[in-house]
T-cell receptor, first 110, second 113 residues
Framework: RKEVEQDPGPFNVPEGATVAFNCTYS??????FFWYRQDCRKEPKLLMS???SGNEDGRFTAQLNRASQYISLLIRDSKLSDSATYLC???????????FGSGTKLNVKP | ETGVTQSPTHLIKTRGQQVTLRCSSQ?????VSWYQQALGQGPQFIFQ???????GRGNFPPRFSGLQFPNYSSELNVNALELDDSALYLC????????????FGPGTRLLVL
């Protein structure tokens, strides 16, 4: 079983739509969580950390559900520029390991 | 731009050869992690270097090895290249007290024929 699993998509949404991605992780000892964004043929870039209480950064909201072992990313009022692949990251500190999901592709259409 | 640089940008090798990839971390960052990203997949953690020592390793065989230098730059060495080693190799740096926040370089695209 993979450490981190994401729906690969693609999610095709119109501009202005709200879209949500989930990411499940298998190891309950996982301690830190992040969302990264990766544009085609570019390197991943940090989008936001995910805190237990949930956190918001503009149109983006991230949440963590430790009981069900998943993290989520909500994007409101989608822009064309949001089109990218969104990668979740889980960090296992005991073994100092970083696990990326395979990514969810988002296409925002005019 | 993150300030993390990698060289070369592209590389073509043949099966069985050895390759060395290089990474310069962002100024002030003392930790470097290496990842392998196959087409259509997420990055896979290879290992991390901190203070010139390996500080964590993913599920990669010993033919993947690395170094970190006193200036915190790093090398990834891969011996006995296999076709499946063809991928984008990403380096990420992070700094004191915030090792989990990683800044990626543009990557090296390796093709093994």
């Amino acid at each position: 079983r993979k450490e981190v699993e994401q729906d690969p998509g693609p999610f095709n949404v119109p501009e202005g739509a709200t879209v949500a991605f989930n990411c499940t992780y298998s190891n309950s000892a996982s301690q830190s969580f992040f969302w990264y964004r990766q544009d085609c043929r570019k390197e991943p870039k940090l989008l936001m950390s995910v805190y237990s209480s949930g956190n918001e950064d503009g149109r983006f909201t991230a949440q963590l559900n430790r009981a069900s072992q998943y993290i989520s990313l909500l994007i409101r009022d989608s822009k064309l520029s949001d089109s990218a692949t969104y990668l979740c990251v889980v960090i296992l500190y005991n073994f100092n390991k970083f696990y990326f999901g395979s990514g969810t592709k988002l296409n925002v259409k005019p | 731009e993150t300030g993390v640089t990698q060289s070369p940008t592209h590389l073509i090798k043949t099966r069985g050869q050895q390759v060395t990839l290089r990474c310069s971390s962002q100024s002030g960052h003392n930790t470097v992690s290496w990842y392998q990203q196959a087409l259509g997949q997420g990055p896979q953690f290879i290992f991390q270097y901190y203070r010139e020592e390996e500080n964590g390793r993913g599920n990669f065989p010993p033919r993947f090895s690395g170094l970190q230098f006193p200036n915190y730059s790093s090398e990834l060495n891969v011996n006995a290249l296999e076709l499946d080693d063809s991928a984008l190799y990403l380096c990420a740096s992070s700094g004191w007290g915030d090792q989990e926040t990683q800044y990626f370089g543009p990557g090296t695209r390796l093709l093994v024929l």
